[in-house]
């Protein structure tokens, strides 16, 4: 190799070059940094296109989707990574809690009236109207008319998780309104994503990407929906025909909801689930599995077999055409039969002349098999973003404090997914909701000046949402360390009841009231937590939300 000496301007001093610089120059190397090197021999084949966000996902989103909801139909770790996630982030009760931005309408309007005093009540009877809407038993905010709101909610964030994309109409229809029947108009209709394509399958277009019509700027302005889907044999002529449903109407209210995670600027669609980086990993374990599981089975029932050098008929051509042969295994045959020889109570089984039994060792599975599924089944977690152990179900190998590290990792992930799809689906729904409640419902208002809804719909919008708590692995612990967070002024009663147990904290303490008031009235002893003076104005009754119901 030829040695580089680096001179300076003079041409007489040299220059000592960095390390990595003089190897370039002395063909150590091509590029300054190694993940660009197109001649070593562990990159130099490695050469990936680049594409824009959306190039590089529309065009194979109908084969990625299939093969993961292939997937999550027939292997048991999709399918329960999927329902963790759904557990976990959403759960059965998926539900908004009202905040409305009081001081922001305050500060909009000049009106004092707009305090905590006023969002309390206001939130109260907003709770209210929802739960009318979202759990009648009627269904009317279904368009189908199947599923509560928090089932929709459900479906659409499974959509989410698996397809890559939540889509949903928000269709007016004032028909179903009638005594007995729907109180509103506003009705949720959750749409197949794979519905949303370019009319009559056109390739993407600088201002149609995926059934998404864009404006200059990238926003969406409208969305392409096939009238049923392509592979709907019952529906032939609208499986061919699309539907242009621009995004909103003129004052801004929804007529479609999509929401998806974006991986990079100006990506228009989803199709990427969760399960899209780990499916050629999870699809070899199941191959694997399979392999194991037949080895295993096979090694069960063809647990030993008799090894002869001749058929019988064989033996006794060759021996001649006598019946002596013939003659002499019957004789033993009866003989067998009849006294049935057995050795310590098992009997013996009758061999003929060169026969001799031999048994299988059953050695499956194999004895890495374990830890190739573990390890196959981390990288899995890794990518979902969940625990190995809520993957797998198995707990054997963690102690309290791995398991709470692991879990508390995971629920930062989980929480993160909870937000996005409220941001980017369910608050639509609320928003969309409220417009048509603040014109039908009574809702309190303070005198004075009071904006529009559509002048400040983010303000009176404004809501947090509700899933499933974290739960405790160690509830004395944690219990503990909740009661010393609030004391500390760190946490308050109602982060405390939201994110460990999934309750309103309002609710909570309704209930304590009841129970405390339930044991004074039946002359029991209460317990610790309710020895406190009751007061006399509410001996009577237990307490009540003003305008819950």
Not at 229 to 244: C, E, I, K, L
Request: include cysteine.
């Amino acid at each position: 190799m030829t040695n580089v000496i680096l001179y300076g301007p003079d041409g007489v001093t040299p220059l000592s070059a960095p390390p990595r610089r003089a190897s370039m120059l002395a063909g150590g190397g091509s590029t300054p940094y190694d993940a660009a090197d197109t001649q070593g021999e562990h990159l130099a084949a490695w050469q990936p296109y680049l594409g824009s966000a959306d190039s590089d996902l529309t065009p194979y989103r109908d084969r990625i989707v299939s093969r993961v909801r292939d997937l999550v139909r027939n292997d048991g770790w999709a399918s329960g990574a999927v329902t963790r996630i759904l557990d976990n982030a959403v759960g059965a009760t998926f539900r908004p809690i009202a905040k409305p931005d009081y001081r922001a309408l305050a500060l909009m309007t000049g009106n004092k009236g707009f305090d905590a005093a006023w969002a309390d009540a206001f939130g109260r009877a907003v709770e209210a109207g929802w739960r009318t809407w979202a759990d009648d038993p009627g269904h009317y905010c279904d368009a189908q008319r199947q599923r509560s709101m928090a089932q929709l909610l459900r479906l659409a964030f499974r959509h989410k998780l698996v397809d890559g994309d939540a889509l949903a109409g928000l269709p007016w229809m004032p028909e179903r309104i009638g005594r007995g029947r729907a109180k509103y108009c506003t009705v949720v209709q959750l749409i197949d994503p794979d519905r949303l394509s370019n009319p009559q399958m056109q390739f993407d277009q600088r201002h149609l990407r995926g059934g998404v019509e864009i404006d200059e700027h990238g926003a969406a302005v409208a969305y392409h929906v096939r009238k049923a889907h392509q592979n709907d044999w019952y529906s032939g002529s609208d499986s061919v025909a699309w539907s242009r449903i621009p995004r909103e109407t003129d004052w801004g209210r929804p007529l479609i909801v999509h929401d998806f995670d974006a991986e990079r600027g100006e990506q228009h669609r989803g199709g990427a689930g969760v399960l899209t980086p780990v499916i050629q990993r999870l699809k070899m374990l199941i191959k694997y599995d399979g392999t194991e599981l037949d080895a295993a089975i096979v090694n069960a029932i063809f647990g030993a077999y008799i090894t002869s050098p001749h058929d019988p008929s064989v033996v006794q051509d060759a021996l001649g055409a006598g019946d002596g042969v013939g003659a002499y295994q019957d004789a033993r045959a009866d003989y067998h039969k009849e006294r049935r020889t057995a050795l310590g109570g098992v009997r013996m089984p009758i061999l003929f002349p060169g026969e001799s039994i031999n048994t299988v060792a059953a050695a499956r599975p194999t004895s890495n098999f374990a830890a190739f599924e573990g390890a196959v089944l981390r990288n899995a977690a890794a990518g979902i973003g969940i625990s190995a152990q809520q993957l797998s179900n198995d707990w054997s190998d963690v102690n309290y404090s791995s398991a709470r590290a692991a879990l508390l990792e995971a629920w930062k992930t989980l929480t993160r997914r909870r937000t996005d799809f409220a941001v980017g689906f369910a608050s639509k729904v609320y928003a969309a909701w409220l417009e048509e409640a603040m014109e039908v419902d009574n809702l309190p208002m303070p005198s004075g000046v009071v904006p529009d809804y559509l002048d400040a719909r983010g303000a009176y919008s404004r809501c947090r949402w509700m899933g499933p708590g974290r739960g405790w692995i160690d509830p004395v612990a944690e219990k503990q360390g909740a009661v010393l967070g609030m004391d500390a002024a760190l946490s308050t009663l109602e982060e405390e009841c939201a994110e460990n147990t999934g309750q309103d904290w309002e609710e909570v303490l309704d209930q304590r009231a009841r129970e405390m008031q339930g044991f004074k009235e039946r002359g029991l002893e209460p317990p610790s937590w309710a020895k406190m003076n009751i007061p006399a104005n509410q001996a009577a009754a237990p307490p009540k939300k003003p305008d819950a119901q």
